[in-house]
C-alpha cells in the first residue's frame, strides 16, 4: 500500500493529462499500481452506518396507528395522547415499556406519517393559457374615505404573473367588465378559464 500523498500525486497527475507510465516514473511506483489507483472511485473513509434498531414497540405500531386512524374522526379533546396510548397499551396490551419510551415512539410514528403526507402533495402544473379569476375585498381611500370594495383578479399560474381590478360589487356584470379589460389589456383571451370559488 502507498501513502495517500502518493496517490493524490498518481490522481492530479493524471488529470493534468500525463500518461501512465510517466505518472509511474514520477512518482516511483508500478503502472499496475497508477492503474489500481485510478480506477478506484472515492477513497474518502466512509462514515459508520448505523444498523436499525428494533423497538419493542413495533410489534404494536399497526395497533397504534390505528388508533391513530380513528381519531381524525373524533372530536379534537377525545384523541389519543402518547400518555393514553401508553396507558391502553400497558392496560390492555400488557406491554412492559415506560411512558417516555411510548411518548417517544409515538412522536416517530406522527413524524414519519406527516412526511410521508406532505410527499404525497401534486405539484401544480399548468398549461399555457390557462388562468384564475377570482374576487377579493379590501379597504380603499376614495375621495379620502377608507372604504372597503370588491377587486377582481385574473390570474395566469403559468407565468405567475396577475392581474387587478377595483369594482364597487361583484356581480356578471363586473366580471364581464373585468374580463373584457384584461383581454384587451393582453391582447387575447384565453383557451381555459376557472372562477374560483
Known sequence: ????????????????????????RKVGVS????????????LSPKAPVRGVRRS???PYRPLIEHWLDEDRESWRKQRHTAHR????????????VSEARVRQYV????????????EQMLDLEWAPGTAQADFGEADFYLHGTRTR?????????????????????ENAECVC??????FEFVGGVNANLSFTT
Open 1 to 24: 500500500m502507498i501513502s495517500m500523498s502518493k496517490v493524490n500525486d498518481i490522481r492530479r497527475l493524471r488529470r493534468e493529462g500525463e500518461t501512465v507510465a510517466a505518472i509511474a
Open 31 to 42: 503502472r499496475d499500481t497508477v492503474y489500481r489507483y485510478l480506477s478506484l472511485g472515492d
Open 56 to 58: 419493542r414497540l413495533d
Open 85 to 96: 396510548i401508553w396507558v391502553r397499551l400497558t392496560e390492555e396490551e400488557h406491554v412492559q
Open 107 to 118: 412522536r416517530m410514528v406522527r413524524d414519519e406519517r406527516r412526511a410521508a403526507a406532505h
Open 149 to 169: 370594495l370588491s377587486y377582481f383578479v385574473l390570474s395566469f399560474p403559468f407565468s405567475n404573473v396577475g392581474l387587478a381590478q377595483v369594482y364597487p360589487s
Open 177 to 182: 367588465q373585468a374580463l373584457r379589460d384584461v
